[in-house]
T-cell receptor, first 114, second 114 residues
Framework: GESVGLHLPTLSVQEGDNSIINCAYSNSASDYFIWYKQESGKGPQFIIDIRSNMDKRQGQRVTVLLNKTVKHLSLQIAATQPGDSAVYFCAEAYGSSNTGKLIFGQGTTLQVKP | KAGVTQTPRYLIKTRGQQVTLSCSPISGHRSVSWYQQTPGQGLQFLFEYFSETQRNKGNFPGRFSGRQFSNSRSEMNVSTLELGDSALYLC?????????????FGPGTRLTVL
């Protein structure tokens, strides 16, 4: 079945450096992708999303890139801070436009070293 | 605006018992989705409710069921609990559950089955 996967289980970066978290998806028909951040003891928190008619979207210190040709998604975090330490998940919206179903990747743990 | 609330936050049950978890969505949100999160399987979609109707269902056995009330509050029930049902159960709400509708997650209910 379809799945969304992340390339690396753990990413360790120095405070102030940029972080790049990658994700591969398999459903070429998916048209909406989301990145979530999950801190210990909390539910996932929305970071940024992108629709398939875009290849780049920027937020505050975060950028999501979408490459539909190779079905690849990435999250870039600029000037990574200790508060960015968390597990990051990519997710794709599955099926028709009237659905709340999301397919999540396995997650990448981001560790920020001070 | 209050966020998504889930009760109880922690629960310990024994095999064979049943359990009911509750989710109160953000005021005005009509779609509620449930997810199971485990270290091995990650975040997996259970089902979605919209206007008291199950609109989407994941690949879980019939022991997992849910319902939604007229005020959009939702409950999920797991009968004949198994050890493998130990997980963090997350609920997410969105306005209409459509693509591009941001989903807001609650903190989850941590279920331990002994």
């Amino acid at each position: 079945g379809e799945s969304v996967g992340l390339h690396l289980p753990t990413l360790s970066v120095q405070e102030g450096d940029n972080s790049i978290i990658n994700c591969a998806y398999s459903n070429s028909a998916s048209d909406y992708f989301i990145w979530y951040k999950q801190e210990s003891g909390k539910g996932p928190q929305f970071i940024i999303d992108i629709r398939s008619n875009m290849d780049k979207r920027q937020g505050q210190r975060v950028t999501v890139l979408l490459n539909k040709t190779v079905k690849h998604l990435s999250l870039q975090i600029a000037a990574t801070q200790p508060g960015d330490s968390a597990v990051y998940f990519c997710a794709e919206a599955y099926g028709s436009s009237n659905t709340g179903k999301l397919i999540f990747g396995q997650g990448t743990t981001l560790q920020v070293k001070p | 605006k209050a966020g998504v609330t889930q009760t109880p936050r922690y629960l310990i049950k024994t095999r064979g018992q049943q359990v009911t978890l509750s989710c109160s969505p953000i005021s005005g949100h009509r779609s509620v989705s449930w997810y199971q999160q485990t270290p091995g399987q990650g975040l997996q979609f259970l089902f979605e409710y919209f206007s008291e109707t199950q609109r989407n269902k994941g690949n879980f056995p019939g022991r997992f069921s849910g319902r939604q009330f007229s005020n959009s509050r939702s409950e999920m029930n797991v009968s004949t609990l198994e050890l493998g049902d130990s997980a963090l159960y997350l609920c997410a709400s969105s306005l209409y559950g459509q693509n591009y509708n941001e989903q807001f997650f609650g903190p989850g209910t941590r279920l331990t089955v002994l």
